[in-house]
């Protein structure tokens, strides 16, 4: 049996670290574990503009614990004034790595995103020709779509015909949570790629819904059935390149999780690296752990890997994970697979 694993330095490939005293509360959460990660622009107002990356960057460092050598990569937000040449210089300084869109009204903060795709059509094209990555919250909003089938539905009416109309686009599919969604990731090519949260490996809708309602589990794109859980697993545990980690990690104070509208969103920054080397191990597929957390995304990217290593160590007592972290602007509950995990990052 393994009893350690060392890895290169893990990043986060999709993460929201919020502003202010939620910021501060939880970017110590990631610096900890993860070396960089891609960070969601979606913030209240959303990360559009160059200028707005650059200065949330520096709220990030300036937020950061004492001798952490963590790298916020930015993204833009990607809205239907968004100017081209602004993307552009942005993403010449090294600054941003990604432009993120998001379907008007799919999720958290979304209003202002795409509607129209003829009128972000300059900026995908000058995108498509500088190779900076389009990272989709692929889901349709439209009303008459299931919450449940808002994912498959966006790749054959939405993803499908843009990449098509912009061949050399370099996408990213966010959170993919369906079978569909693995499958056209693996048929991409290598301009395609797919992230995988840490929770959609551990949850399937009846975690939400079956003997009470359970917000901690509510996030976007929704859990599905197990048979997608279980594609899921099986995309992340391939070692294949199209597939690696985006936490997804969303934090939102309890008060605003257990609501009668409560936001969508798992916080899973703590905990991550032991849940995932525990998924792992119970697929027999430790040795792709690495290839998921720490060399597809650099490699799809065109970043250098981490020359750091971590460390996971199992224990035969069950590892202990706070139940909430504590912040200025109020608790926030880390997720909890619903069962004992026993490895630790030891290093
Ligand atoms: C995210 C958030 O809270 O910002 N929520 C979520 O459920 N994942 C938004 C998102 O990534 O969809
Ligand atoms: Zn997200």
Known sequence: MTHHITLRRPDDWHLH?????????????????????????????????GAQAAAYRDRILAALPAGSDFQPLMTLYLTESTDPADVAAAAASGLVKAVKLYPAGATTNSHGGVRNFDKVMPVLEKMAEIGLPLCTHGEVTTPEVDIFDREAVFIDTVLDPLRRRIPELRVVMEHITTSQGAAYAAEGGDRLAATITTHHLIINRNHILVGGIKPHY??????????????????????????????????????????????????????????LAHVFEEDGALDKLEAFTSLNGPAFYRLPVN???????????????????????????VFDPGYPVHWAVEG
């Open 17 to 49: 670290l919020r502003d202010g005293a939620m910021l501060q509360g939880v970017l110590p959460e990631s610096a900890r574990h993860f070396a960089r990660a891609i960070i969601m622009p979606n913030l209240v107002p959303p990360v559009v503009t």
């Open 307 to 333: 020359e750091g290593r971590m460390t996971l160590v199992k224990h035969e007592a069950a590892t202990r994970f706070p139940d909430k972290i504590m912040t200025e602007a109020g608790p926030v509950t």
């Open 218 to 275: 509510y996030c976007l794109p929704v859990a599905k059935r197990e048979e997608h859980r279980l594609a899921l697993r099986k995309a992340a545990t391939s070692g294949k390149g199209c597939y690696f980690l985006g936490t997804d990690s969303a934090p939102h104070v309890d008060a605003l999780k257990e609501h009668a509208c409560g936001c969508a969103g798992c916080f899973t920054a703590t905990n991550t690296m032991p849940l």
